[in-house]
């Protein structure tokens, strides 16, 4: 089963949601197989169903299946790594404080294991208290290349940087795209991402240097009737992208 998703020019790689089988496979045909299908743990009442239907989705995408939380919950974390753990998919969100877990569960360093980090209100500095209990806790506010340091201390891969309100935290998410270019790892903005400043949130990451991409991007390509993410919208993005890397 393969590990490793495909980023398109070895830089970017597009996250959506899937509301269904067979919107999962008519996303992937729409990114030319250069996206990660999310799928979230929390929509499902036990481990046993998820793995049963994750294993599903993973058969039909090559998968290229992204394990979720669910809107960053972080309730969901020790669940996203007992799924991970059966189903060995290409991609696991997680909460900072659950990286370590997941990748020991893993058995392995192919799979792709982001933390999630969030932005403080001031550049240069992000909030990693995103677990269980230390969410409920006050703020823990360190630099970003201690942040990046920790995650690559716990076998992460990327820094998962929600909630970003779209353009809302410019300038924070400019010097987490920086950093990330300097220490070497992936990133992957989320949160209020759309078909208008995708371009901008790319070209941001891409300027920086940052190796490797991986922009989510959710509710704003859902179609709110069906729960179906528009095979339309994501063929629009993989444009975008190739707009920019050729």
């Not at 269980?132 to 820094?159: F, R, W």
Request: with cysteine; net charge negative; glycine share 10%.
């Amino acid at each position: 089963m393969s590990l490793s998703p495909r980023f398109y020019q070895d830089r970017v790689c597009l996250n959506v949601l899937a509301g269904s089988h067979q919107n999962a496979v008519d996303i992937y045909e729409a990114a030319e197989g250069y996206v990660l299908v999310g799928v979230l743990s929390k929509n499902y009442p036990d481990t046993e169903h998820a793995v049963a239907d994750m294993r599903e989705y993973a058969s039909l995408i090559n998968n290229a299946i992204s394990v979720g939380l669910g809107a960053g919950s972080p309730g969901q974390s020790a669940m996203v790594s007992e799924i991970s753990r059966q189903i060995q998919p290409q991609h696991v969100n997680q909460v900072f404080t659950g990286v370590a877990v997941s990748r020991a569960l893993l058995g392995q360093n192919d799979t792709v294991v982001n933390g999630l980090i969030s932005p403080t209100g001031t550049p240069g500095l992000v909030k990693i208290s995103t677990g269980p209990l230390s969410s409920q806790a006050p703020d823990g506010i360190v630099p970003i290349d201690t942040a990046i340091a920790l995650l690559k201390d716990m076998g992460g891969s990327s820094v998962k940087y929600f909630p970003m309100g779209g353009l809302a935290c410019r300038d924070e998410y400019s010097a987490v795209a920086k950093a990330c270019a300097r220490q070497d790892f992936w990133l992957e903005p989320t949160g209020g991402i759309d078909l208008d400043n995708f371009e901008a949130i790319l070209d941001i990451a891409l300027q920086a240097g940052v190796k490797r991409i991986i922009p989510h991007i959710y509710s704003s390509i859902i179609d709110k009737n069906t729960g179906q993410t528009r095979p339309g919208d994501v063929r629009t993005l993989l444009n975008s992208v190739k707009k920019y890397l050729g």
